[in-house]
């Protein structure tokens, strides 16, 4: 089989072929249906404690475009759904070629025009990829954050900035030291739907405990153009990497609000 990617020929619908867990009960995305959530009184606030990192590269790997630092310096997340410590790994993007699609968890069937994607690992493994394989949904927290048209973000800049430098697969740039990567996320991290899910691309494992925010973040048109200058390693825009909603079978989303 092709390389899994996202045309016709390897997209999501050939995905099981190589995984055969595409086709199991914890799968993401999913569509948070507002009806069929349940507030629990129970959910804390998440603290994300995000240290600036001196070695970062902002890559294109074929299908997405990833901030990936060297090494771990420290930064993590606690509170909310986990009950340990997890460690921040990357950030990455998915995206639409027009601003009525691109988000890969959908609110009551609204797709936003992309979705922000915060990975973390369980600090009880040794590794991130222990992480993945250590089986049941406390592998990996990975925060979502729904993206729409508005104001200029003015935190995402430095990285929006760098996309036209990553146009191509398999390229990369060095992100400048001084990037503050706390300053993306919201003053509080309230407001956010949480479930038990998996990778939303192979190996699609069924290790990630999703933590997906109500409020969307805002970029400019012209930020949000910029994704769609992403090539893939067929040559043909980037845009369009999201997997479509997966069904929710026996699991319960709780939210954080009423
Ligand atoms: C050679 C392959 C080795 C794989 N081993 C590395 C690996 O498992 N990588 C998967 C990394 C990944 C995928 C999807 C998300 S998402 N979109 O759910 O946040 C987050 C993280
Ligand atoms: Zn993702």
């Known amino acids: 089989m092709a390389p899994w990617g ?15 867990i595409a086709n199991g009960k914890n799968q993401s995305p999913i569509d948070l249906i507002n009806g069929e959530v349940k507030y629990d009184s129970g959910l804390k606030p998440l603290t994300a404690k995000y240290v600036p990192f001196s070695d970062a590269k902002f890559l294109n790997n074929g299908h997405s475009v990833q901030f990936q630092p ?37 609110v009551d069937g609204k797709m936003y025009p992309a979705e922000l994607h915060f990975v973390h690992w369980n600090s009880t493994n040794p590794s991130f990829k222990d992480a993945v394989g250590s089986g049941g949904p406390n592998g990996l927290a990975v925060l979502g954050f729904f ?23 398999g390229t ?3 992100v400048p030291s ?33 933590i997906v925010f109500k409020q ?11 994704f769609r200058s992403v090539i893939n390693r067929d040559g043909k825009p980037m845009g369009g ?18």
């Open 147 to 169: 993206l729409k048209v508005g104001a200029e973000n003015a935190a995402l800049k430095p990285i929006t900035d760098l996309i036209p430098k990553v146009k191509d697969a």
């Open 178 to 210: 001084n990037f503050d990567m706390q300053a993306i996320l919201p003053a509080t991290l309230t407001d956010y739907y949480t479930y038990d899910g998996s990778l939303t691309t192979p190996p699609l494992a069924e290790c990630v405990k999703w």
């Open 172 to 174: 990369s740039v060095t």
């Open 241 to 258: 990497n999201y997997r479509p909603p997966c069904p929710l079978h026996d699991r319960a989303v709780k939210t954080s609000f009423k």
């Open 70 to 106: 060297s090494a771990g310096n420290g930064s993590e997340l606690t509170g909310g759904p986990l009950a340990v410590k997890y460690n921040f790994e990357q950030f990455h993007f998915h995206w639409g070629n027009n601003d009525t699609e691109g988000s890969e968890h959908r």
């Open 6 to 20: 996202y045309e016709k020929d390897n997209g999501p619908a050939h995905w099981h072929k190589d995984c055969p």
């Open 216 to 226: 969307p973040l805002e970029v400019s048109a012209a930020q949000m153009e910029a």
